[in-house]
């Protein structure tokens, strides 16, 4: 019997930390916001010790152009600017290699006692009903500090500061080097639940002194969150030929489940699953599929009746939606009264990508006990576009598509007690004249998303092979 993907081409598609300022005693009077300050390029009076031999500039974009703006954060205490945004953004993105660099300015100078710019990242689990929370510091670095050299030195008008993002951290508690995650947040509800937030942000202390007859001091704090992806691409470009193993210059493609029947007598239907893109695709592109039915005829022909609806004028669906109820919508746009739908017109095929997102609850990592607590989300769904079927074999073909928005998160990483894991689910139920003799297929097929395609201009976009394993954190 001729392999049904014989004849498939398998083209590619184209492709926080609380925002609040405290204090330890209420301003005396409001003033406003300074005017914002020009980009200073004069060094600080005083930088932090590991930034002193730093380039002054960061690495070029590889065939991008420079984002020309700024993002400014005012507040009653000082104004921070921030180059290389567009204007009007409401939150500062930054990704792995880039620079953050800054301008400070301070409403008032008199009475300052001392001035610190630090960047700051933690990640913070909180478990609902369990052994509280736990904070695990991602970046703490103080990146300008000022204070006064002599009686009576004022701070200057403005001055500027900029720190480059570090690529990985250092997990005291584990010993382990981690790459640094993205903004991330995810919650559990009930009891036990979790709450996960990952936030990054400039944070501003300003030490005052009140009144020049006490000694009385305050520090205030200004927080500028800003949100960090860790961009990465497929190592290899695809797509790639239908393999069951990995090869040295090739990925596997091809995953192979039995669906089996409810009675010994009967002979399975065997499911090959072909993703040309592989396992390690980019978020930004549709995912292409093909899945086979391989069995005897008269256990293949049931599946053999759904046909999708005419997609060439129909956008991929972002929602559960099938195409048939787009093209049901579509037609009642056109004063056409839809038919009503028949079993047979939903297919038996389900794809799905799925979110989990997994916390180690332990008190310490010699425990032991099973204590992990996972939270799952549908983030893309698949869409049959084509279906061709020969007796004995029968192949949907089409692509899961996923929303810009999720699109925007990146794909999983995994730290010392938390991973985020994506994976393809697989679901075939059987249509209704052959649902007494097979039991329906549910499987999962680890799936690594990259923030960027293979042919990403962006220079510092980290190469991935594998995808990550559908297991609990270590």
């Not at 391989?294 to 939606?321: H, T």
């Not at 099938?322 to 579509?330: F, G, I, K, Q």
Request: net charge positive; proline share 11%.
């Amino acid at each position: 019997m001729r392999h049904p993907y014989a004849a498939i081409s398998a083209s590619r598609p184209a492709s926080l930390l609380s925002t609040h300022s405290r204090s330890s005693s209420p301003e005396p009077e409001r003033e406003p916001p300074l005017p914002v300050p020009q980009l200073n390029r004069r060094r600080p009076s005083q930088m932090a010790p590991h930034e002193i031999d730093r380039p002054r500039t960061a690495p070029p974009e590889k065939g991008l152009r420079a984002v020309v703006g700024h993002f400014v954060k005012h507040s009653r205490r000082v104004t921070v600017l921030l180059s290389g945004h567009p204007d009007g953004v409401d939150v500062p993105i930054y990704s792995n290699g880039q620079t953050i660099e800054g301008v400070l300015a301070v409403t008032r100078s008199s009475g300052l006692l001392a001035v610190e710019v630090k960047i700051e990242g933690a990640v913070t689990i909180q478990e609902i009903g369990g052994s509280g929370s736990r904070t695990v510091p991602l970046i703490d670095q103080t990146v300008y500090s000022w204070i006064p050299a002599a009686e009576g030195s004022l701070f200057p008008p403005s001055t500027s500061f900029r720190y480059t993002l570090p690529e990985s951290f250092l997990d005291t508690a584990s010993g382990n080097c981690y790459a640094l995650p993205p903004t991330y947040s995810a919650s559990l509800e009930g009891m036990p639940g979790f709450v996960v937030d990952i936030a990054y942000a400039v944070v501003v202390y300003i030490t005052r002194q009140r009144q020049a007859a006490t000694l009385w001091r305050g520090t205030s704090r200004t927080v500028v969150p800003f949100r960090y992806q860790h961009r990465t691409r497929p190592a290899l470009p695809g797509p790639f030929p239908c393999l069951l193993q990995r090869t040295e210059d090739k990925p596997r493609t091809l995953f192979v489940f039995n669906m089996r029947a409810w009675s010994v007598s009967l002979p399975c239907i065997k499911v090959h699953v072909y993703l040309p893109a592989s396992q390690v695709c980019s978020i930004q592109e549709p995912i292409p599929f093909h899945i086979s039915l391989l069995g005897d005829e008269r256990a293949i022909e049931p599946f053999a009746a759904y046909r999708p609806a005419p997609a060439s004028f129909l956008p991929l669906p972002r929602g559960p939606s099938s195409s048939l109820e787009s093209l049901a919508s579509v037609r009642v746009l056109r004063g056409a009264v839809p038919r009503k739908a028949t079993p047979m017109q939903k297919c038996p095929l389900s794809l799905r990508i799925q979110r989990t997102t997994v916390v180690d609850t332990r008190p310490t990592p010699e425990d032991d006990g099973k204590s992990h607590l996972y939270h799952t989300e549908w983030i893309g769904e698949g869409t049959v576009h084509s279906v061709r079927s020969n007796g004995r074999s029968l192949v949907w073909s089409g692509a899961i598509d996923i929303p810009p928005e999720v699109a925007a998160q990146g794909g999983g990483f995994e730290i010392n007690g938390l991973k985020v894991v994506d994976s393809i689910a697989l679901s075939v139920e059987p249509p209704s004249g052959c649902r007494r003799r097979y039991i329906p297929l549910n499987e999962a097929i680890p799936l690594q998303l990259t923030s960027d395609a293979y042919t990403t201009s962006y220079f510092a976009a980290v190469p991935v092979s594998l995808p990550m394993p559908i297991m609990p954190v270590a």
